[in-house]
Structures are given as C-alpha cells and as structure tokens.
C-alpha cells in the first residue's frame, strides 16, 4: 500500500482537502493517525480511489419544441386568468 498525504491524495484524485479529510474520518478510505515532528497528521493508506458517481447526461433536447410546449401553457394560463 502507499501512504499519501492529505494534500497528495487530493491533488491526485482531483478533489478538496476538506473532502479528503471528511472521507478519511468517517472511514470511507484507509487512513492512520500519525504524530510527525509534534502534530498530527491523517496518512491514507491506499493506492485506489473512490470512483465518483457518474454523471448521467440528459439526451439532446429539442429547444424550439419545448419553447413552443412552454409557450403554449403560458399562453393557456394567461388565458384563464382573464
């Protein structure tokens, strides 16, 4: 296993420290608590990173019908006001 440091991990897997340090607390990546030159610093013990969810993109939307559709409605509604 390798060790990396908060920072290292961040920078290699592309996100905040802030995030790295919540997942190591909560135990979601291997981490150990080290005391270096007086202070205390989370080591991550692994060479994998958490695959982030995928990001599910929407099919090509057909802009001018859903302008029309939308038009429409607004239209019907104005309509029914009065």
Same mark, same amino acid.
């Given at each position: 296993?390798?060790? #990396?440091?908060?920072?290292?991990?961040?920078?290699? !897997?592309? +996100?905040?420290? #802030? !995030?790295?340090?919540?997942?190591? &607390?909560? $135990?979601? +990546? %291997?981490?150990?608590?080290?005391?270096? !030159? $007086? &202070?205390?610093? +989370?080591?991550?013990?692994?060479?994998?990173? %958490?695959? %982030?969810? %995928?990001?599910?993109?929407?099919? !090509?939307?057909?802009?001018? &019908?859903? *302008? #029309?559709?939308?038009?429409?409605? *607004?239209?019907?509604?104005? &309509?029914?006001? $009065?």
């Amino acid at each position: 296993m390798k060790e #990396f440091t908060l920072k290292e991990y961040a920078v290699k !897997n592309k +996100i905040s420290l #802030f !995030n790295v340090m919540k997942l190591a &607390k909560s $135990g979601q +990546i %291997p981490s150990e608590t080290r005391t270096v !030159n $007086g &202070k205390e610093e +989370i080591v991550i013990l692994t060479d994998e990173a %958490p695959k %982030p969810a %995928p990001v599910i993109q929407e099919q !090509n939307i057909d802009y001018k &019908k859903a *302008y #029309f559709e939308l038009k429409a409605k *607004y239209d019907k509604l104005v &309509k029914q006001k $009065g």
